[in-house]
T-cell receptor, first 116, second 114 residues
Framework: EAGVTQFPSHSVIEKGQTVTLRCDPI?????LYWYRRVMGKEIKFLLHFVKESKQDESGMPNNRFLAERTGGTYSTLKVQPAELEDSGVYFCASSQGRGSGGNTIYFGEGSWLTVV | AQSVAQPEDQVNVAEGNPLTVKCTYS??????LFWYVQYPNRGLQFLLKYITGDNLVKGSYGFEAEFNKSQTSFHLKKPSALVSDSALYFCAVRALTGANNLFFGTGTRLTVIP
């Protein structure tokens, strides 16, 4: 079974440019999450989809970040325009079921974003 | 509010010795607790979790963790460390009710010395 896959694995962009990160969750997983780790800091929650609906987007830092999950399958996270402080690793994760906090959340390899 | 503390940024241990990576948590009500590992240039890999039942949880690669409710701790342990265990370890908590997302600690870098 394929795990959570993310693309691109690495991206270097200039300040002010746009970057779109893609995540394909594990097949059949309704829950999809985006997390971010800025260098040396804790991994922070960004948002949570249940199928195509945004369940919780309380962690999104500002309106330069836009996440979508069309059709409840893959998800994209767009940063526009990118700022220097957006540099970090963006993790996508998925899990089965609804409302069951005990379900394991499986993470992808991460998309490493550097804004210069 | 939910939070996790990993008091040690770095843990060094000799190969073959037991290792402990510490984690304490704060959450309203009963917690779900998780450990993840990140090997160099890789993603987060699930190690083990505590949901309910036996306080001692066994996971992948010989790791185990003990849930201690009175001390609000969930320390990760392994009886005999391997050089290949060297990695970044993250503890995470999720409450039984409310938000479905994980709250992570800042991570502990484990180095196993040959």
């Amino acid at each position: 079974e394929a795990g959570v896959t993310q693309f691109p694995s690495h991206s270097v962009i200039e300040k002010g440019q746009t970057v779109t990160l893609r995540c394909d969750p594990i097949s059949g997983h309704d829950n999809l999450y985006w997390y971010r780790r800025v260098m040396g800091k804790e991994i922070k929650f960004l948002l949570h989809f249940v199928k195509e609906s945004k369940q919780d987007e309380s962690g999104m830092p500002n309106n330069r970040f836009l996440a979508e999950r069309t059709g409840g399958t893959y998800s994209t996270l767009k940063v526009q325009p990118a700022e220097l402080e957006d540099s970090g690793v963006y993790f996508c994760a998925s899990s089965q079921g609804r409302g069951s906090g005990g379900n394991t959340i499986y993470f992808g390899e991460g998309s490493w974003l550097t804004v210069v | 509010a939910q939070s996790v503390a990993q008091p040690e940024d770095q843990v060094n241990v000799a190969e073959g010795n037991p290792l402990t990576v510490k984690c304490t948590y704060s959450v309203s009500g009963n917690p779900y607790l998780f450990w993840y590992v990140q090997y160099p240039n890789r993603g987060l890999q699930f190690l083990l979790k505590y949901i309910t039942g036996d306080n001692l949880v066994k996971g992948s690669y010989g790791f185990e963790a003990e849930f201690n409710k009175s001390q609000t701790s969930f320390h990760l342990k392994k009886p005999s460390a391997l050089v290949s265990d060297s990695a970044l370890y993250f503890c995470a908590v999720r409450a039984l009710t409310g938000a479905n997302n994980l709250f992570f600690g800042t991570g502990t870098r484990l180095t196993v010395i040959p």
